[in-house]
């Protein structure tokens, strides 16, 4: 993203939309084709501009309401304009706009240059809050489940003896069955056999949590937090099947 300084904190301009046009109106344009853009946009608000560096204000649902009730509805968006946009630069931190969007709805970005590069709404903030979170949710419950199948299915002695490591007596197995570590557990044919209650092939299932694994690697000790759409797709799947392997689990220990 363009106008950003060199930190690894998120800022504003991160939120942006590659290569997207931003909307505006003029001061002169009327009312109605203000209201019709917003409608064919789907958009909340909309900025008044009279060039890239020249912002006026902005119009938005409340302010068209008004203009209708108080008859201004055949007069310019000039006229029923709100002049306090809220503005920020490109390279402040997210952390800074945050409680402005929340308390306006809405920022407009404005790049090192003085021009007003786009608009971030409280939706485009959530849907980038999805983005970081939606991961580590996922990964924790995958990571959440197989654990405990590993643990119900086999006891302390054969995990520690198949991760070859030194346990201090009362320690949590919680803490020793990371991701890496249960991937390795689950490596050896006699250990799957006791584990899985499915009909699911071992290989097949270990190749995709090593996936999920150099996922989670990458997000908790590379600070990389941009995954693809493959990754998260990955990710997804891994949490829908556990979620099934779970039940199975489950319904076939009832069974017994």
């Keep these: 993203m363009s ?14 939309e590659e290569g997207a046009t931003l909307e505006a109106v003029k001061r002169e344009d009327s009312l109605k084709s203000a209201k019709t853009l917003m409608m064919a946009k789907d958009y909340s608000q909309l900025p008044v501009m009279s060039g890239p560096r020249s912002l006026k204000g902005y119009i938005d649902w409340k302010s068209i309401a008004d203009a209708y009730t108080y008859g201004r509805s055949k007069e310019p968006v000039g006229s029923s304009m709100e002049t306090d946009p809220p503005l920020m630069r490109a390279n402040k931190p997210l952390v800074k706009a945050i409680k402005l969007i929340g308390r306006r709805g809405f920022v407009l970005v404005q790049g090192h240059d003085d021009t007003v590069q786009g608009i971030v709404t409280s939706y485009d903030l959530a849907v980038w809050l999805r983005s970081i979170v939606e991961p580590i949710l996922l990964i924790g419950g995958i990571e959440t489940k197989i654990r405990q199948l590993i643990i119900s299915g086999l006891g302390a002695e054969p995990i520690v003896s198949n991760l070859d490591i030194e346990v201090e007596p009362g320690t949590d197995l919680n803490d020793v069955l990371i991701l890496g570590a249960c991937v390795r557990v689950l490596q050896s044919e006699s250990t799957w056999s006791q584990i899985s209650k499915g009909d699911l092939d071992r290989r097949v299932f270990v190749r995709h949590m090593e996936s999920v694994n150099l996922i989670r690697n990458r997000l908790l000790h590379f600070r ?33």
Excluded: Y
């Excluded at 759409?229 to 017994?256: D, Q, W, Y």
């Design 3 to 16: 106008d950003l300084t060199s930190s690894n904190d998120p800022q504003l301009g991160d939120l942006l």
């Design 224 to 256: 990389d937090d941009k995954l693809s759409g493959e990754e998260l797709g990955i990710l997804r799947n891994m949490g829908t099947m556990m979620a099934k392997v779970e039940a199975s689990s489950k319904n076939a220990t009832t069974r017994e």
